[in-house]
């Protein structure tokens, strides 16, 4: 099983992705757990060059940078895993560049797909979950303890999430699009709620598509 986590910076889905992995594995399922931009050297390599503050990428480089990621994740990790019977829970898949390229960004559509469909070698997750999030409620949590100001620019930002408020709001109503486009795939939680609650419906909702 392929099991995929999206949203915007700050939704919490790496604490998400802990609970569930804790659950599953005791439970005895066999779990890889990948995040992307990553899991492998060379996709490391690239998140760093992609996240680092001081590199100007245009957007067509980034979409092949993320691509290029992918590509190696998809073939040298996730293939494997999945064929050896182990469930995969991914830290963002295609959908981000989708949401981040695509509608952030502005590149076509049409050409972002196809980049997509080479780099994932029609890998497909078998549900996805969206922690659904507003760019402002999103900021204000991931700097809780801090004073910078209400907008994506701060110090400790990387290099994406420098990209401004506008561009986050733009990413948010991509998703949206998306997971109108792939409701049967999709599951869209409120994120704002205690992290027990939505641990508790991303489990329902695994019960409830893959009953054992």
Do not use: W
């Not at 939704?11 to 659950?23: D, E």
């Not at 494997?80 to 949401?99: M, N």
């Not at 994506?152 to 506008?166: A, C, K, N, P, V």
């Amino acid at each position: 099983m392929l099991i995929s986590f999206e949203g915007i910076d700050g939704a919490g889905k790496s604490t998400q992705i802990q609970k569930l992995v804790t659950s599953m594995t005791s439970e005895g399922v066999d779990v890889v757990t990948l995040r992307e931009p990553g899991g492998t050297p060379a996709a490391e390599k690239i998140r760093l060059i992609l996240l680092e503050n001081s590199h100007k990428i245009s957007p067509i480089g980034e979409l092949l940078l993320f691509s290029a990621s992918r590509a190696e994740l998809v073939q040298e990790v996730i293939v494997p895993a999945l064929a050896s019977g182990k469930t995969v829970i991914l830290d963002r898949f295609y959908d981000s560049t989708t949401a981040y390229q695509g509608y952030g960004r502005g590149i076509n559509l049409d050409l972002l797909q196809s980049i997509i469909s080479i780099s994932t070698c029609a890998v497909t997750p078998d549900i996805t979950f969206y922690l659904d999030i507003e760019p402002e409620e999103a900021l204000k949590r991931k700097f809780a303890k801090t004073s910078i100001p209400l907008e994506f620019e701060g110090e400790g930002l990387d290099r994406m999430e420098r990209s401004g408020i506008e561009f986050y709001r733009k990413v948010q109503q991509g998703y949206r699009e998306i997971m109108r486009q792939n409701s049967e795939r999709f599951v869209s939680i409120n994120a704002l709620q205690p992290t027990g609650v939505i641990h508790f419906q991303i489990m329902e909702s695994l019960k409830a598509r893959f009953p054992v």
